[in-house]
């Protein structure tokens, strides 16, 4: 009989990252594949990205709807009980031997948490890592608490998780799908990619993402408007794609001072969803990335191209040595920009491994006999001496 591995999406970039994992999932005989969509995929607001779900030719076998139309902290943690409702009706329909979840945001809490109480075993992708300025990192280990298997991303976050007292036995340092994806992904040339995102890309380009630092004492908006000011310094000959901060507190407000920023630069465009093509293929044409997404530090250096990391929201991640960290302030944004365009990054090595991330992950859960007997788990003491 096929076990049934069960993965949970909720938004575009998770969802990047799975892809190569989905696939070599269906391709194992043992297998059954299970998809639930859930968060951001089944809002306008977002792109309604459950359709590029279905363009990549998975079957959703549930969506949850949990996604209130607020950003606001209230809004966000009424979204997280919504999701701890549908996902524990899911489950109950799906009856899956295994859970699979990447990463750390809300939505992942809400699915480990009906998990739990289901008697679920779960398989965390992502463990381990840090990131001091975001709420995600308690989320991250939270996560870890309630899974039976760990996928990490390196050696360092293999050690957190032993820390956190889970058994060696079921941690694997497996590296990032991200990079897995990037191997696997055919890209656009200049010409289509200019066609496909209906812009002309100029002699120097920049892929900027921010999303907010939901740790941090200062309003996103304030950092936002100082890397808004950093790219009007810039000039015109600038061409500056940007994409929608994800679903997450004071999002919405970023959103409208990114829209402003357009209106009034013809060298902007803003895209809520570029997918994964258009978006590897994009960081390819472009000079650096900017922002503080984690995108910037699994995979962009596996292209080749540097980052500008801005603020606190990644802060604690091993980083490769293309990814150059500054304070969200103008004159900053605009010095680690200028070093960036400067660097020769043909030589970097990614520290989140060479692209076999998904093969590692599906050798180690068809190794594993009996999920349930994951179930009872015992705290590891790590011995000192």
Known sequence: MKRKLCAVTGTRAEYG????????????????????????????????????????????DRKVEMLLSSDT????????????????????QLRPDLLL??????????????????????????GGDTTEGAFDEAIRHSITKMSHVHFVTSDESARRVGQLGENPVNIHCVGSLGVDRIVSLPRLNREELERSLCFSLRSRNLLVTFH????????????????????????????LIFTKPNADPQSRELTRLMCGFEAEHPNAV??????QKRYFSLIRQVDAVVGNSSSGIYEVPALQKPTVNI????????????????????????????????MDCSSVVNPYGTGNTAEKIVAVLKSIPDYRALLRKRFYTIRRG
């Open 17 to 60: 990252l799975l892809v190569p994992l989905l696939k070599a999932v269906e391709r194992e005989p043992c297998f059954q594949l299970q998809l639930v969509a859930s968060g951001a995929h089944l809002s306008p607001e977002f792109g309604l990205t459950y359709q590029e779900i279905e363009q990549d030719g998975f079957a959703i």
């Open 73 to 92: 902290a209230v809004g966000i943690t009424k979204s997280i009980g919504l999701g701890i409702i549908g996902f524990a009706e899911a489950f109950d």
């Open 101 to 126: 979840l990447l990463g750390d945001r809300y939505e992942m809490l809400a699915a480990a948490q009906a998990a739990l109480v289901a008697k679920i075993p779960v398989a965390h992708i992502g």
């Open 212 to 239: 907010p630092a939901t740790l941090d004492l200062e309003p996103p908006e304030r950092q936002f408007r100082e890397l808004l000011a950093a790219l009007d310094s810039l000039g015109g000959e600038y061409g």
């Open 270 to 275: 803003i895209f809520s969803s570029l997918g």
């Open 311 to 342: 603020g606190d929201r990644q802060k604690g991640r091993l980083l490769a040595p293309s990814v150059i960290q500054c304070a969200p302030r103008k004159d900053e944004i605009l010095k680690a920009v200028r070093q960036a365009l400067k």
